[in-house]
């Protein structure tokens, strides 16, 4: 198939996305403008200058810079910008639904008190849904950096306030130096109360952050994980009990995770049957996209229309959404995997 007809049929088929963070999701437009909204916030006003200031030299930088971001966004109106933004920058890439990772302690720390982002999480959700045509679901990351409590924290917000949409747990940030293991207490409460354990492990680290996340988190998809591509014996588990990875190629590129592209162990995952979905991450600030990620995997990797068609229902099925709207997305995929097949024939 003719590399034209591999992009139409990427930005035809419609997708999930299953790892994205609400901060990190900022388009420069959205960037800019919550930029001037307070421009006491340590954060360019003038395009160029924030096109620069979001060009990461590894991934400590980028976690400052996205941080740096993140105290921008002090009022309920500022997630409500950019959920909008999230979400028409979503439906322009066919994307049917997404679970959108939001770390409340670190808003709350902006300024943000817990009932105004549950009202504007409702809110833009709402909107999502009814201006964009975009399902959006909830991951309540704990960031690594404030430890076993800011999870605990997490957790009591995720489970006090439950926002429509709610998903799961998450765990961000970094982790050298800083154990999956420590946060069981409080993935166990969140478990306990019917959320879902979606940790990430393994993205800057070797497996055993991943065995952790598996045996110590119960995670039932892992964010990255790609580390686990150094131990056979992983490979074999994820795939045996079908924990899926959400793998962000272009994102473990701009953060250093991995040196280049080509090396990224992606082929590996798959390879060994480990069920992989593609996400952004963070597409506003890695200047990326989810057909971006698509459109790689077949130039780089040199993945076939069936092969990505079969990702895209690998996200759709490791998909927390409505059982309707799973079901819907799938019979779209057959079809628009159809009409692709039948054009090239
Ligand atoms: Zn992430």
Same mark, same amino acid.
């Given at each position: 198939?003719?590399?034209?007809? $591999? /992009?139409?049929?990427v930005a035809?088929?419609?997708?999930?996305?299953?790892?994205?963070?609400?901060?990190? *999701?900022?388009s420069l437009? +959205?960037?800019?403008?919550?930029a001037?909204?307070?421009?006491?916030?340590?954060?360019?006003t003038?395009?160029? %200058?924030?096109r620069?200031y979001?060009?990461?030299?590894?991934?400590?930088?980028?976690?400052?810079?996205?941080e740096?971001?993140n105290?921008?966004?002090t #009022?309920?109106?500022d997630?409500?910008?950019?959920?909008?933004?999230l979400?028409?920058?979503? %439906?322009?890439? +066919?994307?049917?639904? /997404?679970? $959108? !990772?939001?770390?409340p302690?670190?808003n709350?720390?902006?300024?943000?008190g817990y009932a105004a982002?549950?009202g504007?999480l409702?809110?833009g959700?709402?909107?999502?849904r009814?201006?964009?045509?975009?399902?959006l679901?909830?991951?309540?990351?704990?960031?690594?950096?404030l430890?076993p409590?800011?999870?605990? @924290?997490? $957790?009591?917000?995720?489970?006090?306030?439950?926002?429509?949409g709610?998903?799961?747990?998450?765990?961000?940030?970094?982790?050298t130096?800083?154990?999956r293991?420590?946060?069981?207490?409080?993935?166990?409460r969140?478990r306990?109360?019917?959320?879902?354990?979606?940790p990430? /492990?393994? @993205? #800057?680290?070797g497996p055993?952050? $991943?065995?952790?996340?598996?045996?110590e988190?119960?995670?039932e998809?892992?964010?990255h994980?790609?580390?686990?591509?150094?131990?056979?014996?992983?490979?074999?588990?994820?795939?045996?009990?079908r924990?899926?990875l @959400?793998? *962000?190629?272009?994102?473990?590129?701009?953060?250093?995770?991995?040196?280049?592209? @080509?090396?990224?162990?992606?082929?590996?995952?798959?390879?060994?049957g480990v069920p992989?979905t593609l996400?952004?991450?963070?597409?506003?600030?890695?200047?990326t996209?989810?057909n971006?990620?698509? !459109?790689?995997?077949?130039?780089?990797?040199?993945?076939?229309?069936?092969?990505?068609a079969?990702?895209?229902? +690998?996200?759709a099925?490791a998909a927390?959404?409505?059982?309707?709207?799973?079901?819907?997305?799938l019979?779209?995929?057959?079809?628009?995997e159809?009409?692709?097949? +039948?054009?090239?024939?």
């Open positions: 198939m003719s590399p034209s007809r $591999v /992009a139409a049929f035809a088929l419609p997708k999930v996305e299953l790892h994205l963070h609400l901060i990190g *999701s900022a437009d +959205t960037a800019l403008a919550l001037r909204r307070h421009p006491d916030g340590g954060v360019p003038e395009r160029e %200058a924030l620069q979001y060009a990461f030299t590894d991934f400590p930088h980028f976690l400052r810079v996205y740096r971001v105290r921008l966004v #009022t309920a109106a997630v409500v910008t950019l959920l909008d933004g979400a028409a920058e979503l %439906a322009a890439r +066919t994307v049917r639904y /997404a679970e $959108v !990772q939001v770390t302690v670190r709350r720390m902006a300024g943000i982002l549950a504007a409702t809110e959700r709402a909107l999502a009814e201006r964009h045509g975009v399902e679901g909830w991951v309540f990351d704990a960031d690594a950096l430890g409590d800011g999870a605990e @924290e997490t $957790v009591d917000f995720a489970v006090g306030h439950r926002p429509e709610t998903v799961g747990i998450g765990l961000g940030g970094p982790e130096g800083i154990h293991a420590d946060f069981a207490p409080a993935f166990r969140a306990a109360a019917g959320l879902h354990s979606l990430h /492990a393994g @993205e #800057t680290v055993d952050e $991943v065995w952790a996340a598996v045996n988190l119960c995670a998809r892992v964010g994980g790609i580390g686990a591509a150094r131990d056979p014996r992983l490979l074999e588990h994820l795939a045996e009990h924990i899926p @959400e793998v *962000s190629p272009t994102s473990n590129l701009r953060t250093g995770a991995v040196r280049a592209i @080509e090396e990224h162990p992606l082929p590996v995952l798959h390879a060994a992989v996400a952004t991450d963070d597409p506003g600030m890695f200047h996209d989810l971006a990620e698509y !459109q790689l995997c077949h130039e780089v990797f040199g993945m076939t229309v069936p092969e990505l079969e990702i895209a229902r +690998t996200g099925r927390f959404c409505e059982p309707d709207l799973r079901d819907r997305i019979a779209e995929i057959d079809q628009v159809g009409a692709a097949a +039948t054009n090239a024939g």
